[in-house]
């Protein structure tokens, strides 16, 4: 079993200060993760993923997320915000391949992200 | 850059009716994924396709939901009889091979049963 929790619906920050958007999962097997980001109106866009080789990855848009198996965690962050950063943003896991759970996305409840000009 | 593509953007319905969500995948993909979120919720699993069946379904994808790949480009999600909690944002998906597949979305359905 899998599961995610992002433990901020809401995070408010000003425009070029940094962004921390926090997420714990919980996993039977080494997982893979992501984060995605949505924009109003707009689909889901893969911000960046962790797929077992280096822990800390960096995504588009200068986010980085660290992962940290001892805490079971995967931040987002990103080191100064900007105003087309506004969104919401979803913390994912996948147990990866095999079985009939191939490719399944468990989804975090998600943060909205608003800065501030 | 190749994208997955839902239509329509928008769907209203009577209660009881029936609705057939589109979605037209990346061309080389070959998983497809059908995912909702009510208003307020989290994003949920509903089904994923393979080889034209169903690989996996979750216990919301009940016999009120039927998928399809009619002609090797699209994708289809049938509600029957639709109910009024069937109201959500429903999004198909579609992944390449490999150990950890990377999903691509589409920019969802709004649903909504009145």
């Known amino acids: 079993a899998q599961s995610v929790t992002q433990l901020d619906s809401h995070v408010s920050v000003s425009e070029g200060t940094p962004v921390l958007l926090r997420c714990n999962y919980s996993?039977?097997?080494?997982?893979?993760l992501f984060w995605y980001v949505q924009h109003p109106n707009k689909g889901l866009q893969l911000l960046l993923k962790y797929t077992s080789a280096a822990t800390l990855v960096k995504g588009i848009n200068g986010f980085e997320a660290e992962f940290k198996k001892s805490e079971t965690s995967f931040h987002l962050t990103k080191p100064s915000a900007h105003m087309s950063d506004a969104a919401e943003y979803f913390c994912?896991?996948?147990?990866?391949?095999?079985?009939?759970?191939?490719?399944?996305?468990?989804f975090g409840q998600g943060t909205i992200l608003t800065v501030h000009p | 850059e190749p994208e997955v593509t839902q239509t329509p953007s928008h769907q209203v319905t009577q209660m009881g009716q029936e609705v057939i969500l589109r979605c037209v995948p990346i061309s080389n993909h070959l998983y497809f994924y059908w995912y909702r979120q009510i208003l307020g919720q989290k994003v949920e699993f509903l089904v994923s396709f393979y080889n034209n069946e169903i690989s996996e379904k979750s216990e919301i994808f009940d016999d009120q939901f039927s998928v399809e790949r009619p002609d090797g480009s699209n994708f289809t999600l049938k509600i029957r009889s639709t109910k009024l909690e069937d109201s959500a944002m429903y999004f198909c998906?579609?992944?390449?091979?490999?150990?950890?597949?990377?999903?691509?979305f589409g920019q969802g359905t709004r649903l909504t049963v009145v």
């Open positions: 996993s039977s097997y080494s997982p893979s």
């Open positions: 998906a579609s992944s390449g091979t490999g150990w950890f597949p990377e999903a691509f």
């Open positions: 994912v896991v996948t147990t990866g391949a095999g079985g009939t759970s191939y490719g399944k996305l468990t």
